[in-house]
């Protein structure tokens, strides 16, 4: 069963930085690609960034680009996102998600449990 585990929130100012976290188990990793979604409060899923699976290809919503980036390693299970430039329009739960396929489709069919990003002077 595919375990995915987010680390790294917490509370951050306007134009801060953070690097989340997470840990994946129970499946192949390097045989999928991966996103991170999020949640703002009172707002639905939003995807934020993917990678392939062999980490080659990366990409990111609108919203993020230029400020977050995305990286793997498979040798550990682990993924990765740096949030920088933080605004206080970043706060949400973020989750870990994989995808179906080794290309990005932002169709994923499981993620964590979330971390808390609050972007608050």
């Known amino acids: 069963e595919a375990q995915l585990v987010e680390s790294g929130g917490g509370l951050v100012q306007p134009g801060g930085s953070l690097t989340l976290s997470c840990a994946a188990s129970?499946?192949?990793?390097?045989?999928?690609?991966m996103s991170w979604v999020r949640q703002a409060p009172g707002k639905g899923l939003e995807w934020v960034s993917g990678?392939?699976?062999?980490?080659?290809?990366?990409a990111y919503a609108d919203s993020v680009k230029g400020r977050f980036t995305i990286s793997r390693d498979n040798t550990k299970n682990m993924l990765y996102l740096q949030l920088s430039s933080l605004k206080t329009e970043d706060t949400a739960i973020y989750y870990c998600?994989?995808?179906?396929?080794?290309?990005?489709?932002?169709?994923?069919?499981?993620r964590g449990q979330g971390t808390q990003v609050t972007v608050s002077s």
């Open positions: 998600a994989k995808e179906k396929w080794v290309f990005i489709t932002k169709r994923t069919d499981y």
């Open positions: 129970g499946f192949t990793f390097a045989s999928f690609a």
């Open positions: 990678i392939s699976s062999g980490g080659a290809q990366t």
